[in-house]
C-alpha cells in the first residue's frame, strides 16, 4: 500500500506561483508513474500532467501546458508541481496519484493510489 500526503497549496494572486509536494510511503517510488489531478468545485476530476518512473518523459494537460511543471526526486520520495503565471481558473483541489503500472497516462482509472487533496486558490 502507498500513502501519498500533499502539501503546498494557498492562496495566491493572479500571475503568481505555487510548488505542491506529495511525499509517498509504503512502496517502492520508482516503481510508479505519478500524476497531479485537480478537481474544482462542480467539475469533474481533471488530469494536469504526469511523470513517469525515472521522470524522463511527462505529459499535460493543454490548459497548463507551458505553465505548470512535474518533478520528482526518487531520492526524497516526492514529486513536485510547480506552478507558474496561475489562473484563477486553476484554483481547485489538486491531487496527486500514482500507477503502479509504471504507464504515462491521463485517465483517472489508471491510477491506484490517491492523496487527500491540497487547496489551490488563485484571486484575481
Known amino acids: 500500500q502507498v500513502q501519498l500526503v500533499e502539501s503546498g497549496g494557498g492562496l495566491v494572486q493572479a500571475g503568481g506561483s505555487l510548488r505542491l509536494s506529495c511525499l509517498a510511503s509504503g512502496g517502492t517510488f520508482s516503481t510508479y508513474s505519478m500524476a497531479w489531478f485537480r478537481q474544482a468545485p462542480g467539475k469533474e476530476r481533471e488530469f494536469v500532467g504526469v511523470?513517469?518512473?525515472?521522470?524522463?518523459?511527462?505529459k499535460y494537460s493543454d490548459s497548463v501546458k507551458g505553465r505548470f511543471t512535474i518533478s520528482r526526486d526518487n531520492a526524497k520520495n516526492t514529486v513536485y508541481l510547480q506552478m507558474n503565471s496561475l489562473k484563477a481558473e486553476d484554483t481547485a483541489v489538486y491531487y496527486c496519484a500514482a500507477d503502479s503500472y509504471g504507464t504515462i497516462r491521463s485517465l483517472a482509472a489508471a491510477f491506484d493510489y490517491w492523496g487527500q487533496g491540497t487547496q489551490v486558490t488563485v484571486s484575481s
Open positions: 511523470v513517469s518512473r525515472f521522470g524522463g518523459s511527462t
